[in-house]
């Protein structure tokens, strides 16, 4: 904690206390070339969309509405920023931070989802508008930070049937807000693992989940405690969340 100021040793001071007292109808448009919605040179559809395949996987909502590429799958609290790469044959693949696809978009207009599930891919259609993704309100309170961590611990110690804490260290106003999202986001990845064949002998090495600001956004699993580390950018909406890692990112950390 060198070098917080009064207000962020406060807030620091004060998340620790209380954690050490609490323990735990679509209807649209016609359908239209999705192709037209990612690539910058065709006609534009709707800039925010619902999306599904033949019914396997979640519907999706994928919003263009601003410079990002953000999408959300339904039932699911998380919201992905996904990043753009030229394929061949002038397709155009979207993928998380951990570098794997999760959309591709081709110039003929088809659009593949691709999930754990179906890791070679699923054809997927526009079904109706869609409301813009929003963020998460802020957290401005080392109360309000308490209760969203609370709630993740809930989420994921009913998953695993055991009690998972989660704890936040050296918070700051700056990293609180993403912070309780990062915790949100590792209770998901938790409950994700519960559903493997291997999720119960992969998670009995997990005992705690501790969370912290630092420069770069990391995760790893060290001696039982689930290293999640957040790089807050003080940037509006959601260009903040590409300073934590995905719940995709925080499993592939119980699999090195």
Known sequence: MRGLGSANLAWAGAVTAMLMATLPAHAGP????????LFPHAPKGPAVGLYQDN?????????????????RFDQSNEVWLLTAQPAPR????YRNDAGEPMLRATRLGGMTLFTLDHPEGTPVAFVGDAAPLR???PVTTPAALLQRLAQASAHASHAVQRLIVFEARDVTPQSATLIADAAGVTSEAIVSITRRADGRKVLARLAKVLLSPGHKASVDLVN?????????RNAP???DIAGRPSSRRIELAFDR
Do not use: C, Q, Y
């Open 55 to 71: 019914g396997t996987d979640p519907p999706f909502v994928l919003d263009r509405s601003t410079t990002l590429v953000l999408m």
């Open 30 to 37: 016609l359908p239209f070339n999705l192709g037209d919605e």
């Open 90 to 93: 002038g397709d155009m693949i």
């Open 237 to 239: 909406g959601f260009a």
């Open 135 to 137: 963020p998460s309100p």
């Open 224 to 232: 039982g405690v689930l290293l999640v580390v957040v790089a807050p």
